[in-house]
């Protein structure tokens, strides 16, 4: 298999299938493909990991499509303006993502949810609550809001994030959510009520847009309905 992430601000990834290899992704995910190319649509995972994936953003249902021949391109394109990250994973790299991280991976990756420890927190938290936990063997393809800053953390080194501002982070980085101090920052400092906090050692991947702030930004001008 070889792949080829292309565009700027509104990045795809073109894949090279060969016969017998498979992509799977939430379903309308894929944009265009070549013939020799079959779709199959299931609960990749049983039901119980379906209903997961929807809990995380995703679809109960999802797409593999598999090669009948060599070099069969196929093409997923990104939903929002921003970057696509490829990510290998094998048993000693998982990752943890925000939810609706996930484009598309290889056959051998499994799509879970993750929890935040701290429900009161996370149910409060926003999008710190449920994230997406990226297990298996192979190559998984996430897409990120805005340009994206990776930050390699040293133990117990700490970093403090909006909750829409991290993409995703190595399972072996300690995750959790704390509140904002001080009565006026709660009410006025625009924030929200809790940050994410991330504890060291291992890889960060951030975004400089959140799709909350973004979706703010264009619904005023959104023509409402008349009906």
């Known amino acids: 298999m070889e792949y ?12 090279r299938l ?4 498979s992509l799977y992704t939430q379903s309308g995910g ?8 079959q779709m199959s649509t299931n609960m ?4 119980m990991k379906g209903i997961g994936r929807m809990f995380s953003g995703e679809s109960l249902f999802m797409a593999t499509y598999t090669s009948s021949k060599p070099s069969a391109e196929i093409v997923f394109a990104s939903t929002f303006p921003g970057k696509i990250l490829d990510l290998e994973v094998d048993a000693r790299k998982e990752y943890i993502c925000q939810k609706s991280a996930f484009l598309c991976g290889t056959q051998g ?12 927190a996370g149910a409060f938290g926003g999008e710190g609550f449920i994230l997406q936990r990226i297990s298996g063997q192979g190559i998984v393809f996430l897409e990120a809001a805005g340009s994206v800053v990776r930050r ?14 991290v993409v995703a982070f ?14 006026k920052n709660i009410l006025f400092g625009g924030e929200g009520l809790f940050l994410t906090r991330l504890v060291g050692p ?15 930004r264009i619904a005023p001008f959104i023509p409402m309905s008349s009906n």
């Open 152 to 165: 390699e953390l040293m133990p117990g080194e700490v970093i403090k994030v909006d909750t829409g501002n």
């Open 18 to 21: 060969n016969a017998g290899e």
């Open 202 to 216: 291992g890889t960060v991947w951030l975004q400089t847009i959140t799709m909350q702030n973004f979706a703010g």
């Open 44 to 47: 990749k995972g049983g039901l």
């Open 4 to 15: 080829k992430i292309f565009g700027n601000d509104l990045p795809a990834v073109s894949v």
């Open 109 to 120: 990756i499994s799509l879970g949810v993750e929890f935040t420890k701290r429900f009161s």
């Open 30 to 37: 894929m944009a265009w493909m070549d013939e020799g190319i």
């Open 170 to 183: 190595e399972s072996g980085v300690r995750y959790e959510v704390e509140m904002v101090k001080g009565f």
